[in-house]
Structure formats: C-alpha cells, structure tokens
T-cell receptor, first 114, second 115 residues
Framework: ETGVTQTPRHLVMGMTNKKSLKCEQH?????MYWYKQSAKKPLELMFV???????ENNSVPSRFSPECPNSSHLFLHLHTLQPEDSALYLC?????????????FGQGTRLTVV | AQSVTQLGSHVSVSEGALVLLRCNYS??????LFWYVQYPNQGLQLLLKYTTGATLVKGINGFEAEFKKSETSFHLTKPSAHMSDAAEYFC?????????????FGKGTTLSVSS
C-alpha cells in the first residue's frame, strides 16, 4: 500500500460506545494530523504530532484522545461522543510540520454518532 | 495568525468555460499557500502550492494560481473546464494555531460543471 490509509471508512457508534480510528502512512513522514470536516464548516485542525510529540490543544473536547505510537501510525480514540461529533475525520501526514510543507490526506472515516 | 477566505461557496460554469475560484489570505509573515481538491467520498489532493519564487504556479489537471501580494490573493484558474473538474476546492495557508503548525483551510468552494 502507498500513501495514507484510514480505517474504518465508515463507523456508526452509539453515544456510550468506545471506538478508535486508525491512520497509517507509508511515506516516511515525520508529522501527522487529525482534521474534522463537518458540513458547511472549514476543515478543523484537531491534533498535530511532530516526531511523535503532540502540541497540546485544549480546544478539542476530552472525549477525543489521540495516540501516536510511532511515526507511521496515528489513532483517534473516541468515547461518549455526541451527535454533533458526526463528521468526516481526515488523517494527514507531511514530511515535517513546517508551514511550507504540503500534507497528504487519507480518504477519511465517515463517523455517525447515534 | 494566518487565515484564508474563499469567496463564493458555490461556482457553476459550463464545460469549456473559464474556471475562477477566489481565495484571499491573511498572514503576518510571508505566506505559504496551497490549493487542494476533494472529490466525493475522498480525501484531499494537492493541486498546487506557492512557497517562494515565481508568483504564477502551475499545478495538476491544467490548474494554475497566481500569488498577488498587493491584493493578498491566490486565485485558482483553469482556462477550460471539464466535467471531471466538478469537486470541492480548498485554499489553505501554512499557519500556526492552538493545535500547532499545520495547514489552515478555508471553507471550500464547490465547483459544478454543466454540459
């Protein structure tokens, strides 16, 4: 496989469930990202990992918990979500997280919270 | 802080017509600008980027964009639209926000192409 791969592609979960989104990149990149894409809103940057270290972001609710065990893998752990959390969750990677570096995106996980 | 504004959430053109998608940026430092395209049920794909040097940037699929510092703009154009160009287009700037350093995106413009 090449590029950035996200699994699952679709996920339906209840508000009391716990689930995880997985992202894997085969590009040798050192930075990985989670974005949330909701209808009628700009892509929202949720988390940034650079060299497996995360910048703290207190604007994202604690029901979203990221994990980056190595430079190739990124997870987003979900628990006690709300219906408004339904969205397309996109993972991306880049060579580094300098401002002039393009990001490569996965196809996304379409999450529906019921 | 950096940000981008895309003017027009929806643009409709006829096949063979000029495509013009507008993007204005705000940045306190020299900006790094990007255009991405998203087809239905897909992730985002890079069309082109401006970092330094030539202000007219050519990308894939016949698209190009011109960086105009005096107008703080980075509009995307294509001389002749194809049906396959129908998609959502996002302008982005390399920036820093509370989540860290990453691409900061506009709201997107949906391009429709009619025959």
């Amino acid at each position: 496989e090449t590029g950035v791969t996200q699994t699952p592609r679709h996920l339906v979960m209840g508000m009391t469930n716990k689930k995880s989104l997985k992202c894997e990149q085969h590009l040798g990149h050192n930075a990985m990202y989670w974005y949330k894409q909701s209808a009628k809103k700009p892509l929202e940057l949720m988390f940034v990992y650079s060299l497996e270290e995360r910048v703290e972001n207190n604007s994202v609710p604690s029901r979203f918990s990221p994990e980056c065990p190595n430079s190739s893998h990124l997870f987003l752990h979900l628990h006690t979500l709300q219906p408004e959390d339904s969205a397309l969750y996109l993972c991306a990677s880049s060579q580094d997280n300098a401002m002039n570096t393009e990001a490569f995106f996965g196809q996304g996980t379409r999450l529906t919270v019921v | 802080a950096q940000s981008v504004t895309q003017l027009g959430s929806h643009v409709s053109v006829s096949e063979g017509a000029l495509v013009l998608l507008r993007c204005n940026y705000s940045s306190s430092v020299p900006p790094y600008l990007f255009w991405y395209v998203q087809y239905p049920n897909q992730g985002l794909q890079l069309l082109l980027k401006y970092t330094t040097g030539a202000t007219l940037v050519k990308g894939i699929n016949g698209f190009e964009a011109e960086f105009k510092k005096s107008e703080t703009s980075f509009h995307l154009t294509k001389p002749s639209a194809h049906m396959s160009d129908a998609a959502e287009y996002f302008c982005a700037v390399g920036g820093l926000n509370q989540a860290g350093t990453a691409l900061i995106f506009g709201k997107g413009t949906t391009l429709s192409v009619s025959s």
